[in-house]
């Protein structure tokens, strides 16, 4: 998200981690089946998996207790607004790419089928926007609940987590799977707060090694014998993902592109999928191909190198209406008499 003063860079850096091995998710996602082999790449994804989008929901709970008591027309102002709007807008700039990256792949195309999907997202999201969705529902979920005891809501959410991890009741969607796979992570950034920056100030090299060799090494057993399926396995390996994720936040708060990579995470987020489809699209030409196909193991990191510099470089130039309206959402949408709050929507 945009940068603001007061930011802290150790969890800038955690998102700037974090949102890096999601570019990086979907670049080998998309790229598969398209160049030559990049199976490498979608093992190590696999491997990610348990601090990717644990740590990131994580880190965004960080600052999310403050809303829950907040009225609704405050926190619709500074963050339900946002949330929605970039939702809905890039539902509808996605799917123009989604299809293109479809007929590449040689997967047939429903426009109707397409066109109802799109239209009832906001139920069930789509691509990869289901993030700014759950973000939403969490912040909705912590305002609803904020009466019931943390505990008997961290409990029902881990309990919720281990279901949708295990795949033991199958959910309408991916979308909703996600939400009840990592509600708890962002309760847990929420609730366990000081715990944590407890840990991230405290924490020395002896210890930050010690977790992530830790993390790395049943990380690697889980993956090689498919061992997630236990239940409360993957879980449990993804909180340890969390603290090797904190842990190496740590050290990467001293490169500052990556600190500044996690200060601007949503636009980020938003545009990078459209355009690793369209470069993938490009890849796929005939005449680019066999050199493609020379070069696939290099590919998901170039490409996901490219997709980051191109979303960033898009949210520049978008300083003026109407482009600026791709990453904020216009200024009708405030609720009348708390205006100001919407400022605080970075956090």
């Known amino acids: 998200m945009p940068p603001h003063q007061g930011r802290i860079d150790w969890v800038d850096a955690g998102k700037g981690l974090a949102i890096a091995l999601v570019v990086l998710f979907h670049s080998a996602r998309w790229l598969a089946g398209i160049v030559g082999d990049i199976s490498g790449w979608l093992w190590l994804n696999d491997f990610l998996a348990t ?7 994580t880190l965004s709970g960080l600052f999310a207790a403050k809303w829950a008591a907040v009225p609704l027309a405050r926190l619709w102002n500074a963050k339900l607004r946002l949330f929605v709007w970039v939702f809905l807008l890039w539902e509808v700039l996605g799917l123009g790419p989604y299809l293109i990256g479809l007929a590449v792949h040689g997967v047939g195309i429903n426009l109707r089928r397409e066109l109802f999907e799109t239209a009832i997202s906001p139920l069930v999201p789509r691509f990869e926007l289901w993030f700014i969705w759950a973000l939403a529902v969490f912040f909705l979920l912590n305002r609803a609940l ?3 005891p943390v505990m008997i809501t961290m409990s029902v959410a881990a309990v919720l987590s281990v279901v949708a991890f295990t795949d033991v009741i ?5 979308s909703w799977t996600g939400v009840c796979k990592y509600y708890v992570f962002f309760l847990a950034g929420m609730t366990f707060k000081r715990a944590l920056f407890q840990y991230a100030s405290r924490s020395g090299w002896l ?3 010690l977790v992530v060799t830790g993390w790395l090494a049943v990380a690697f057993v889980v993956t090689v014998f498919d ?3 236990i239940p409360g396995v993957y879980p449990a390996l993804a909180c340890l993902g969390v603290l090797a994720g904190v842990a190496l936040s740590q050290v990467l708060q001293r490169v500052a592109a990556i600190v500044r990579l996690g200060s601007r995470t949503l636009p980020v987020y938003l545009a990078h999928t459209p355009i690793v489809i369209l470069i993938s699209a490009g890849l796929a030409w005939p005449p680019v191909n066999d050199v493609a ?13 490219a997709a980051i510099v191109l979303a960033l470089g898009l949210y520049r130039v978008s300083a003026r209406p109407p482009l600026r309206y791709l990453f904020e959402p216009p200024p009708r949408l405030l609720v009348a008499g708390t205006a100001g709050e919407a400022t605080n929507a970075a956090r």
């Open 293 to 305: 196909r020379v070069l696939a193991p290099a590919l998901p990191p170039a490409v996901a190198l």
């Open 227 to 229: 061992a997630s399926r």
């Open 146 to 148: 904020r009466s019931v």
């Open 170 to 174: 199958p959910l309408p969607s991916p």
């Open 51 to 57: 601090m990717r989008m644990p740590l990131f929901f």
């Open 207 to 209: 210890l930050r090694g």
